[in-house]
């Protein structure tokens, strides 16, 4: 067997630029973060050749005695950070975990109330070219226009209007924490099961500096690569005696008898087929950095980072969606700049920042153009930079979209880039 850059040295090309492009930019989209060299040393391992359907002790392979105590740990470990009844961490992705809740507790053509995708929801929350709202009838809350925030009050009118059998959560460009309790409230009184999708804020809510969804929620999904800092994955989770919580009886099918047997079951065979195993050990991997007492810190750092950007960022004139930030991400309305996400996203790139363009909620543009950016700190947080270096990018940012497409501050702008990111070295390898 050859080493990759001898037997294929295309595609090792292609890594190598591609880690040199996370080297030297600063990564600002706040769905992403650098995994660990254990997490990823973890992926690149014979793990990815094994079949695994079923779970830990009751698989459809022979053969699974080892992935079997992989699979354990990982569950194990998942389930002390999140103070977790039961979890499931075979999910490929957060849009799989969120299949397998739709498909455990509604039957297509029901009604369920999500977070509008244009005010900050995610596309599994019931956007029209999604499953979610192919096959379910999505109803939708949205954000105040005058605060950006959601009005706890209107939520509940539009439930007992519409009746939904779930209610979700969750969002992929909100800057403020949730009203768990209140949310609960409402299902209580509508009669729907309540679900979080708290993939973006994963990692802040595992070291406890947000509000924690498990105690309210029926279910809880998440990705396991964004503030988690995990390979890019998913799970679901059920809360603390989450089997009684669940307020309801499971409906009985076949030989399933409570919840978490219906969930485990809805994700294999109902979503996925084969669980890779390879990831659920860097998965596990993770929830052992995530329980690590320095990763509370890293957290914390996310959030003094994120603070320190919006300030300066407001101090320069930009006007914020909610004017500021409870988590790890602002959003930026630049249509008093005169300028679009497109464009922005276009011209940062340029100069080594990478962002996204992002909707702002009630925005009159399409989502190909936006009137917005979305920015997050966790992870050049990885990276070690702190609010001085955060209060820097602020400006850097000022600089280039204060003269969009002006070569020369691109280039300057780029050349601090460089010099920043080398202060913060990255990876030193293209393959482990
Ligand atoms: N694509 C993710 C994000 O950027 O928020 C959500 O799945």
Same mark, same amino acid.
């Given at each position: 067997?050859?080493?990759?850059?001898?037997?294929?040295?295309?595609?090792?090309?292609?890594?190598?630029?591609?880690?040199?492009?996370?080297?030297?930019?600063?990564?600002?989209?706040?769905?992403?973060?650098?995994?660990?060299?254990?997490?990823?040393?973890?992926? !690149?391992?014979?793990?990815?050749?094994?079949?695994?359907?079923?779970?830990?002790?009751?698989?459809?392979?022979?053969?699974?005695?080892?992935?079997?105590?992989?699979?354990?740990?990982?569950?194990?470990?998942?389930?002390?950070?999140?103070?977790?009844?039961?979890?499931?961490?075979?999910?490929?992705?957060?849009?799989?975990?969120?299949?397998?809740?739709?498909?455990?507790?509604?039957?297509?053509?029901?009604?369920?109330?999500?977070?509008?995708?244009?005010?900050?929801?995610?596309?599994?929350?019931?956007?029209?070219?999604?499953?979610?709202?192919?096959?379910?009838?999505?109803?939708?809350?949205?954000?105040?226009?005058?605060?950006?925030?959601?009005?706890?009050?209107?939520?509940?009118?539009?439930?007992?209007?519409?009746?939904?059998?779930?209610?979700?959560?969750?969002?992929?460009?909100?800057?403020?924490?949730?009203?768990?309790? !209140?949310?609960?409230?409402?299902?209580?009184?509508?009669?729907?099961?309540?679900?979080?999708?708290?993939?973006?804020?994963?990692?802040?809510?595992?070291?406890?500096?947000?509000?924690?969804?498990?105690?309210?929620?029926?279910?809880?999904?998440?990705?396991?690569?964004?503030?988690?800092?995990?390979?890019?994955?998913?799970?679901?989770?059920?809360?603390?005696?989450?089997?009684?919580?669940?307020?309801?009886?499971?409906?009985?099918?076949?030989?399933?008898?409570?919840?978490?047997?219906?969930?485990?079951?809805?994700?294999?065979?109902?979503?996925?087929?084969?669980?890779?195993?390879?990831?659920?050990?860097?998965?596990?991997?993770?929830? !052992?950095?995530?329980?690590?007492?320095?990763?509370?810190?890293?957290?914390?750092?996310?959030?003094?980072?994120?603070?320190? &950007?919006?300030?300066?960022?407001?101090?320069?004139?930009?006007?914020?969606?909610?004017?500021?930030?409870?988590?790890?991400?602002?959003?930026?309305?630049?249509?008093?700049?005169?300028?679009? !996400?497109?464009?922005?996203?276009?011209?940062?790139?340029?100069?080594?920042?990478?962002?996204?363009?992002?909707?702002?909620?009630?925005?009159?543009?399409?989502?190909?153009?936006?009137?917005?950016?979305?920015?997050?700190?966790?992870?050049?947080?990885?990276?070690? &930079?702190?609010?001085?270096?955060?209060?820097?990018?602020?400006?850097?940012?000022?600089?280039?979209?204060?003269?969009?497409?002006?070569?020369?501050?691109?280039?300057?702008?780029?050349?601090?880039?460089?010099?920043?990111?080398?202060?913060?070295?990255?990876?030193?390898?293209?393959?482990?």
């Amino acid at each position: 067997m050859k080493p990759l850059n001898i037997q294929d040295p295309e595609i090792y090309s292609l890594i190598e630029k591609e880690t040199d492009r996370q080297n030297f930019n600063i990564e600002l989209i706040a769905s992403e973060n650098f995994a660990s060299k254990a997490v990823i040393s973890a992926m !690149g391992t014979a793990l990815t050749n094994k079949y695994a359907e079923g779970l830990p002790g009751k698989r459809y392979y022979g053969g699974c005695q080892y992935v079997d105590l992989v699979e354990d740990v990982a569950r194990e470990r998942a389930k002390l950070l999140f103070n977790a009844d039961w979890v499931n961490v075979q999910p490929h992705s957060g849009a799989t975990a969120n299949m397998a809740v739709y498909l455990t507790l509604m039957k297509p053509g029901e009604t369920f109330l999500g977070f509008n995708l244009a005010h900050g929801g995610h596309l599994t929350h019931g956007s029209p070219v999604n499953f979610s709202g192919i096959l379910y009838n999505a109803e939708f809350y949205g954000v105040d226009k005058e605060t950006g925030r959601l009005n706890m009050d209107e939520i509940r009118d539009k439930a007992l209007k519409v009746r939904p059998k779930m209610i979700s959560i969750g969002a992929s460009a909100y800057t403020r924490d949730f009203d768990y309790e !209140g949310f609960r409230s409402i299902a209580d009184e509508v009669g729907a099961f309540l679900w979080m999708d708290m993939a973006h804020t994963a990692g802040l809510i595992a070291a406890k500096l947000l509000n924690d969804p498990l105690p309210h929620c029926h279910v809880v999904t998440t990705t396991t690569h964004k503030t988690l800092r995990g390979p890019r994955g998913g799970m679901v989770l059920i809360g603390k005696d989450g089997e009684n919580t669940m307020g309801k009886v499971a409906p009985k099918s076949g030989r399933l008898k409570n919840w978490s047997e219906l969930f485990d079951s809805s994700v294999f065979p109902g979503a996925i087929g084969g669980p890779l195993m390879h990831v659920i050990a860097a998965k596990a991997v993770s929830f !052992g950095e995530a329980l690590q007492p320095s990763f509370k810190t890293y957290q914390e750092q996310v959030l003094k980072n994120i603070q320190a &950007l919006a300030k300066r960022l407001m101090e320069l004139g930009y006007k914020l969606v909610s004017d500021g930030t409870d988590n790890h991400l602002i959003l930026v309305d630049l249509r008093s700049k005169g300028l679009n !996400g497109k464009i922005a996203e276009e011209v940062l790139e340029k100069a080594q920042i990478t962002v996204n363009k992002n909707m702002v909620p009630y925005d009159t543009e399409s989502p190909f153009v936006t009137s917005g950016i979305r920015v997050g700190s966790p992870a050049m947080t990885t990276r070690g &930079l702190k609010e001085a270096e955060f209060t820097r990018i602020a400006e850097l940012m000022d600089m280039v979209l204060s003269n969009p497409g002006n070569e020369e501050i691109t280039y300057k702008v780029g050349a601090e880039v460089n010099e920043l990111c080398s202060k913060f070295p990255l990876y030193n390898f293209v393959t482990v």
